[in-house]
């Protein structure tokens, strides 16, 4: 069975839930590949092959810290049943359109992985925070964002049913990593000329809390505006 693990929701971090409430080391039990943040808001968590990089609001990317903590990650461990070749230039909104009508099912979850040649990419990562936390859409607020060409890197994503949007961003959420590991991020635009699309159908999805955290078991959550904001902030 493909299962999908979730530590925390996406809808708690935009409320501004960022206390680190799993161990890094954990979230390794549940997966090789995925996306989150870190402690504090500290950074992109993307995780390939079963190592998780972090990309600082400098823009550095670096191996993370085994005893770091993560507030929200998603990961599963990648097996694809689908695959697809591009090797003509397409735009991050085209290929978002033809991957939405390769998978199986809109009503599941699909991770995707999209290894190969980038002309262009474009993307941000968000920047620590400090107690009393902000909302997410005023974290996110200034971002800091990057840009290179000519790439060879991957990029991680996650295909969310509406129907769980607040659990996850309904729609697409997907970060970036070079392969040489010195660029990477929160996607906010590409090109992709000459690549791979690996996609895997999920069956299960494992929705984990943060029970041992008091702040988040007796907190009261705002979800006000919540979908407007995820769009804002997640794009």
């Known amino acids: 069975m493909n299962v999908l693990f979730q530590h925390q929701t996406l809808g708690d971090l935009m409320a501004g839930f960022f206390d680190g409430t799993l161990p890094l080391k954990d979230l390794r039990k549940y997966g090789d590949t995925g996306i989150g943040t870190f402690h504090t808001f500290d950074g992109e968590l993307t995780m390939l092959d079963g190592v998780i990089y972090q990309i600082k609001d400098s823009g550095k990317v670096t191996i993370a810290d085994e005893n770091g903590t993560t507030p929200y990650a998603a990961v599963a461990d990648f097996k694809p049943d689908m695959r697809y070749e591009i090797d003509r230039p397409i735009t991050l909104k085209k ?63 996650i295909l969310t049913p509406d129907l769980f949007d607040g659990v996850s961003k309904g729609g697409f959420h997907c970060h970036f990593i070079s392969d040489d590991r010195t660029f990477g991020g929160h996607i906010i635009d590409y090109i992709v000329d000459d690549a791979t699309v690996q996609i895997q159908t999920i069956d299960a999805i494992l929705q984990n809390f943060a029970t041992n955290h008091e702040d988040f078991m007796q907190g009261e959550i705002d979800y006000t505006d919540l979908a407007e904001e995820m769009e804002i902030a997640e794009g």
């Open 95 to 157: 290929l978002r359109s033809v991957i939405t009508g390769m998978v199986r099912s809109k009503n599941v979850f699909s991770v995707i992985r999209i290894d190969g040649h980038y002309p262009f990419v474009q993307t941000r990562a968000v920047s620590p925070q400090t107690k009393p936390y902000p909302r997410l859409i005023e974290a996110a607020d200034g971002q800091e964002e990057f840009e290179t060409y000519n790439v060879q890197g991957t990029a991680i994503g």
